[in-house]
């Protein structure tokens, strides 16, 4: 891609969202709210899926099994949509 004279470089997004896997639980913990949030998280092996709706400003824990794998999608009230997996 051609730079035009004078365009900076652009800093990376931060990241606002920590997301992490254990004993069958999905934590979420936002950094800055974004209001409420659907969250989907699909196996891909099954294609089992269960879905919640949370409330970003606490942290936040769902029960999901033990998936080999699986697809997590998270979108906020602010318009925001976050992807992730587990493998």
Request: aromatic share 10%; charged share 25%; proline share 6%.
């Amino acid at each position: 891609m051609k730079k035009n004279k004078g365009e900076r470089p652009r800093m990376p997004a931060m990241i606002t969202v920590d997301c992490w896997y254990g004993n069958g639980e999905l934590s979420i913990e936002f950094r800055d709210p974004e209001g409420e949030c659907d969250i989907t998280v699909t196996d891909t092996a099954t294609g089992f899926t269960v879905t919640d709706t949370f409330d970003s400003t606490l942290p936040y824990t769902i029960y999901i099994g033990t998936p080999q794998s699986a697809t997590i999608t998270l979108s906020t009230e602010e318009g925001n949509t976050y992807y992730g997996e587990i493998h």
